[in-house]
C-alpha cells in the first residue's frame, strides 16, 4: 500500500545521494535537511514504548547510556557532544530540528541498532539492548526536539503528551466549546 511513497522515497534519496556525492564532503555545516532512508521493513513496526518520551526517569537513564556513564565502551557523546553538538566531524548534529524532524522512531532505531555503513557511526546492537536504545533515543531526541514525540498514527511529531491520544475520542468531544 506504501509503494508508490517508497519508490517516491527511494528516487528522493537517489537524488539526495547525487546531490551530496556533487558537493564537496567536508565542512562543518551540515547543509540542508535531508531525508534518511525508509527504514528496512523489519522495522518499520518499531516504537519507542509506552510512556517513555519525556519521561524523567527514562530520560536519566538515557542520559547514562549516552554519556558512557552506563557502559563506558558506548559513548554517543564522544562524537555527538555532550549537547548534541558533535564534537566529531560528520557527526549529526541531534540540535537542528528541521534535520530531526525528518526521522521517525523506527529510522533512529534501526540507525542507531544497525549504524551508518561507511561512516564512524556504528551498529550498537551488541552493546545495547532494545530497551536501552530506545532510551538512548529518548534523550537524543531532547537536543532538537524540545519535548516532542513521535505519534505512531499520525505518523508526526506532536507536542508532548499529545501521541497516542487522537483514538480517545471520548475524552475530547467533538464542537465542545472551549470558551
Ligand atoms: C565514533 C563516533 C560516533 C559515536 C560514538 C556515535 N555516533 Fe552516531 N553518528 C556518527 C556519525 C559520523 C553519524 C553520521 C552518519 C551519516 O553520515 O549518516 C552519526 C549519526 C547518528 C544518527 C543519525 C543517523 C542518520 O541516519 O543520520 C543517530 C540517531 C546517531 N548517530 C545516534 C547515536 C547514538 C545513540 C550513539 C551512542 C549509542 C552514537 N550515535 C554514537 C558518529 C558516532
Known amino acids: 500500500m506504501n509503494e508508490y511513497r517508497n519508490l517516491k522515497s527511494l528516487k528522493v534519496l537517489g537524488l539526495a545521494v547525487v546531490a551530496m556525492a556533487l558537493s564537496a564532503c567536508g565542512g562543518d555545516g551540515e547543509g540542508p ?39 563506558i565502551d558506548v559513548n554517543c557523546a564522544s562524537c555527538h557532544g555532550k549537547n548534541g553538538k558533535p564534537v566529531k566531524a560528520g557527526a549529526r548534529d541531534f540540535r537542528r530540528t528541521e534535520q530531526m524532524e525528518l526521522y521517525s522512531d523506527a529510522v533512529w532505531f534501526w540507525r542507531v541498532n544497525e549504524g ?13 539492548s532494545e530497551d536501552e536504545i530506545w532510551k538512548v533515543i529518548a534523550f537524543e531526541a531532547t537536543f532538537g526536539l524540545n519535548g516532542k514525540e513521535w505519534d505512531v498514527a499520525a505518523n508526526k511529531w506532536v507536542a508532548a503528551g499529545a501521541a497516542g491520544s487522537a483514538p480517545a475520542a471520548s475524552d475530547a468531544p467533538a464542537g465542545d466549546a472551549a470558551h
Open 116 to 128: 551508518v555503513t561507511g561512516t564512524k557511526m556504528k551498529a550498537w546492537k551488541s552493546k545495547l
Open 33 to 71: 535537511p535531508k531525508p534518511p532512508p525508509p527504514a528496512p521493513p523489519e522495522y518499520a513496526d518499531k516504537h519507542m514504548p509506552d510512556g517513555y518520551w519525556n519521561n524523567p526517569e527514562i530520560l536519566k537513564e538515557g542520559e547514562a547510556i549516552y554519556t558512557g556513564q552506563h557502559n
